[in-house]
């Protein structure tokens, strides 16, 4: 079920103006998340920003996470970045 819900835009990052989140129904009743925090449980990394020291760090963060949780399974990544700092 999606129900689109929105945040004010002082909670977000300036270059956005709104981040839907919206509701799964689950076992336990209903989950309300944002699109990447849903990415991340479907084992999807998206990196949407220039490659620096800050992103790379969470990045990295984020597969180690997933490859403690399950190494076997597979990860994603989609990048949309328009480069960065490669060393």
Known sequence: MY?????????????????????????????????????FEDRVIFLGVQVDDASADDVMAQLLVLESQDSERDITMYINSPGGSFT
């Open 3 to 39: 129900t689109p819900t929105f945040r004010s835009a002082g909670d977000l990052p300036s270059s956005r103006y709104v981040l839907p989140q919206f509701e799964e129904r689950t076992a336990y009743g209903f989950k309300r998340q944002d699109p990447y925090n849903k990415l």
